[in-house]
């Protein structure tokens, strides 16, 4: 079978809450039971239905305790019995709560099928908890053609492995490095030899280059 991927989108959400079939809507109404019914019934959670005892856990009506007396499963709505409240006209009408918002404290158990349905899943509960106490047997596996094999088969002597002669190979003589100078210590070496080979040489005297006097002619020219 193909897996099916869950609806992530809101639209899609929505649209499979307020489209589902009755029997998908009896779900959407499971509210949890009181500590008490826990334990009798080995159940955490179960439907609401006309006729249980509620107890309301959240909202504006916190705390307030009573009898189911309607459900609505267009609106997914459970109205209880004594909660109402005043209209303008002076009228009153029941409130409606969401069944997510309620704690059973009694179930009413006049259904034969209700009280199967308690009983199946009491004893699913009660197996599951039994497999879990149990500690895991220890599996012994023995195998028998492993056995057979090795039994058969004839021992076979270990080879001699031959020994490699090593070679001997000839050490070459360490290279000696030869250390690099660094480029600032290299200029001020050939600065130092510059200087110094100026210093041998004779400064040679610069003479000055006289100056040719054009003779004067009796013109004045």
């Known amino acids: ?6 609806v992530t989108k809101p639209t899609k959400q929505r ?54 007396t309607r459900i609505d499963r267009e609106k997914y709505r459970i109205y209880v019995e004594g909660l109402t409240r005043e209209k303008v006209d002076g009228t009153t009408i029941s409130v409606p709560i969401h069944p997510s918002k309620v704690m059973i404290t009694g179930l009413n158990l006049d259904d034969k099928w209700r009280k199967k349905v308690l009983e199946r899943r009491k004893e699913a509960r ?27 088969i004839e021992e076979k002597p270990p080879k001699k492995k031959l020994k490699r002669r090593k070679r001997k190979v000839a050490k070459k003589p360490a290279e000696k490095k030869i250390e690099e100078k660094p480029k600032k210590q290299k200029r001020v070496e050939k600065t130092k030899k ?28």
């Open 15 to 68: 649209k499979m809450l307020f489209q589902a079939p009755d029997h998908i809507r009896h779900k959407h109404f499971a509210a949890p039971l009181s500590p008490k019914l826990r334990t009798s019934h080995g159940v955490r959670v179960l439907p609401v239905r006309s006729g249980d005892t509620v107890h309301i856990m959240r909202g504006d009506h916190k705390g307030f305790e009573g009898k189911v």
């Open 126 to 152: 009660e197996k599951m908890e039994g497999i879990e106490e149990k500690p895991p047997e220890e599996v012994v596996e023995i195998k028998e053609e492993v056995i057979k094999e090795k039994v058969g």
């Open 1 to 6: 079978m193909q897996a099916t991927k869950p």
């Open 194 to 221: 510059k200087k110094a080979a100026e210093e041998k040489k004779p400064k040679a005297k610069k003479t000055r280059a006289k100056r040719k006097t054009a003779k004067k002619t009796e013109g004045g020219t």
